[in-house]
């Protein structure tokens, strides 16, 4: 079993910066992709940023030049910077990985996992 826990999320002025983390926690044996994904009131979950386990990233259109995603595999933790945040942004932040999971009996599998989400609100 792995769990993901997002922390960082609050009320931010436009124009402002968040700093979002995820931290895995579990029987890992090792981290693929990680991503974050938002979901505003009324919309559809949509991809923000994804990173693989070589540290290649790509991100949503809306997002490219003002966010950037990082991950520091030895605290199993993946990172969300967000700059020059706009009342658009406002959203439900979800963490998202693909885990190679490792059992009791040496037993490898693999699984999605995803955190419970963090509320960002750009507001004046």
């Known amino acids: 079993q792995v769990q993901l826990v997002e922390s960082g999320g609050g009320l931010v002025q436009p124009g402002g910066s968040l700093r979002l983390s995820c931290a895995a926690s579990?029987?890992?044996?090792?981290?693929?992709?990680m991503a974050w994904y938002r979901q505003a009131p009324g919309k559809e979950r949509e991809l923000v940023a994804h990173i693989t386990s070589g540290s290649s990233t790509n991100y949503g259109d809306s997002v490219k030049g003002r966010f950037t995603i990082s991950r520091d595999d030895a605290k199993n933790t993946v990172y969300l910077q967000m700059n020059s945040l706009k009342p658009e942004d406002t959203a439900v932040y979800y963490c998202?990985?693909?885990?190679?999971?490792?059992?009791?009996?040496?037993?490898?599998?693999?699984?999605?996992?995803w955190g419970q989400g963090t509320l960002v609100t750009i507001s004046t």
């Open positions: 998202n990985a693909q885990v190679v999971t490792i059992g009791n009996y040496g037993s490898v599998g693999s699984l999605e996992a």
């Open positions: 579990g029987n890992i044996f090792r981290i693929n992709a």
